[in-house]
């Protein structure tokens, strides 16, 4: 069933890859150059390409919730970095970067979160437990993450630029860790027998903690390119989740030191690569970029002519 569920996982991020170029395509055409507002909040309902990107996070949020009833928290969460690279390339061949023109800090801030995670990910597989989450947990992670979400969100309206986009982001990937953790809880609900005794507590926070997500998501792709929010998100959420999963519902209770000391290590190394991609991501060279593209494709021009 882990392994299933680790397929799945990886499909689900992908989906969320997809659904990030598109979305934030769409939210900077909804903008035109002004701010997120109430009118450019309409347009992106009525934006096709917004759409087929709500259907791609969709599934893989199906995706992923399937893979979260068949593994442990911390075990399943951490994948989702996967999306990371997907989105990144995605974006420089939009953007019509070439791999040689490319910051070696950007290649080292991908590798780094994507590696941190994984690593993570080896570690929790062979330690962490299934274990069920009681009524008592749920009340408890709501009443951690709830505060947690209104601050941050507080805190990304009061700044600008990258610094708003990763408050934002962080924001999102704080609620989505929680809907995590609640999807567990429903599943393993709904896996059982006596349906007329279910909790509503997960059904009522998920959806509370999805649409408040999914509120800062799009602000913070109005902020910022969209890998640097798909690394916010990558990072932030499963180690939110996971945190829940091992403070909560105690998946790492078989965990030795050594091991735990590891999973910390390849924590702080993803974060790591989170802030070196907010750094040095080539947004902040767009403009000489697109000076030399525009160069290259006049030389281009050019030699088609002379020849």
Same mark, same amino acid.
């Given at each position: ?9 990886? *499909?689900?991020?992908?989906?969320? #890859? ?10 900077? %055409? ?18 096709? /390409?917004?759409? @087929?990107?709500? !259907? ?11 893979a ?6 911390? @075990?399943?969460?951490? +994948?989702?970095?996967?999306?990371l ?5 995605l974006?420089?061949? #939009?953007? !019509?970067y070439?791999a ?11 590798a #780094? ?13 062979g ?17 951690l ?13 009061l700044?600008?630029?990258? @610094? ?13 860790g ?9 599943? &393993? &609900?709904? !896996? ?5 005794? +279910? ?6 926070g ?23 929010v ?9 180690l @939110?989740?996971v945190?829940?999963? +091992?403070? *909560?519902l105690?998946?790492? #209770?078989?965990?030795? !030191? ?10 702080a ?16 060279? %767009? ?5 030399h593209? %525009?160069? /290259?494709?006049r030389?281009?021009? /050019? ?5």
């Amino acid at each position: 069933m882990t392994v299933l569920a680790v397929l799945l996982a990886a *499909l689900g991020a992908c989906g969320y #890859a997809l659904g990030a170029r598109l979305q934030h395509g769409a939210v900077h %055409d909804a903008m035109a150059g002004g701010g997120l507002g109430l009118r450019s909040q309409g347009r992106l309902v009525r934006n096709t /390409r917004w759409l @087929v990107g709500l !259907g791609a996070l969709g599934s893989g949020a199906l995706l992923h919730a399937v893979a979260l009833g068949l593994a442990p928290l911390s @075990v399943v969460q951490p +994948i989702g970095v996967l999306a990371l690279p997907l989105t990144v390339l995605l974006n420089l061949g #939009a953007r !019509g970067y070439r791999a040689r023109e490319l910051n070696p800090s950007v290649l080292l801030g991908v590798a #780094a979160a994507t590696g941190g995670v994984s690593m993570f990910v080896l570690l929790a597989v062979g330690s962490a437990t299934s274990t069920p989450v009681s009524g008592a947990q749920q009340l408890v992670a709501t009443e951690l993450i709830a505060p947690a979400v209104l601050v941050i969100g507080a805190m990304a309206a009061l700044t600008r630029a990258k @610094v708003r986009c990763v408050l934002f982001a962080a924001g999102c990937a704080v609620a989505y860790g929680y809907v995590s953790l609640m999807t567990r809880a429903l599943t &393993q &609900q709904l !896996g059982t027998p006596e349906l007329f005794g +279910i909790n509503p507590l997960p059904l009522l926070g998920i959806a509370v903690a999805m649409v408040t997500g999914g509120w800062l998501l799009q602000h913070a792709y109005a902020s910022g390119p969209p890998d640097l929010v798909v690394a916010c998100l990558t990072v932030i959420d499963p180690l @939110v989740a996971v945190g829940l999963g +091992i403070g *909560l519902l105690g998946e790492a #209770a078989e965990v030795g !030191g050594w091991v735990a000391a590891g999973e910390v290590l390849c924590a702080a190394v993803a974060c790591a690569g989170v802030f070196v991609l907010a750094r040095y991501h080539p947004d902040k060279d %767009d403009e000489p970029h697109a000076r030399h593209r %525009d160069h /290259r494709e006049r030389r281009s021009r /050019r030699i088609a002519l002379d020849n």
